[in-house]
């Protein structure tokens, strides 16, 4: 079983990935406009914010909560790529600068 992960506002291609499996591991094989670092949830580079599909994925938990109020103060959605299991189909936007 796989799901689809659309980039809306970027010029690239939404991918299906495995169920489950963490973006960290599979958008750094595939073309995304998604960036990581740490890939611990600590350094903010793979912030992004979660068009579709937020009401299904496991909610942050709260070392993620404490690192979006620094990295995404306010921002309805914000989600580190790095902590996210792919578990439906979603669409999510990098947020630059962080
Ligand atoms: S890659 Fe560092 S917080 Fe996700």
Redesign the pocket.
């Known amino acids: 079983m796989s799901f689809c992960v659309e980039f809306p506002t970027s010029e690239y291609k939404a991918v299906s990935l495995p169920a489950g499996s963490n973006l960290?591991e599979q958008l750094t094989v595939v073309n995304s406009p998604v960036?990581?670092?740490?890939?611990?949830?600590?350094?903010?580079?793979?912030?992004v914010q979660i068009q579709s599909g937020e009401d299904t994925l496991t909610p942050p938990d709260e070392a993620e909560l404490e690192?979006l109020e620094i990295y995404a103060p306010g921002i309805k959605n914000a989600r580190?790529?790095?902590?996210i299991a792919l578990t439906s189909d979603i669409s999510l936007i990098r947020i630059e600068g962080a």
């Open positions: 960290s960036l990581f670092g740490c890939r611990t949830g600590i350094c903010g580079t793979c912030l690192a580190l790529a790095c902590q």
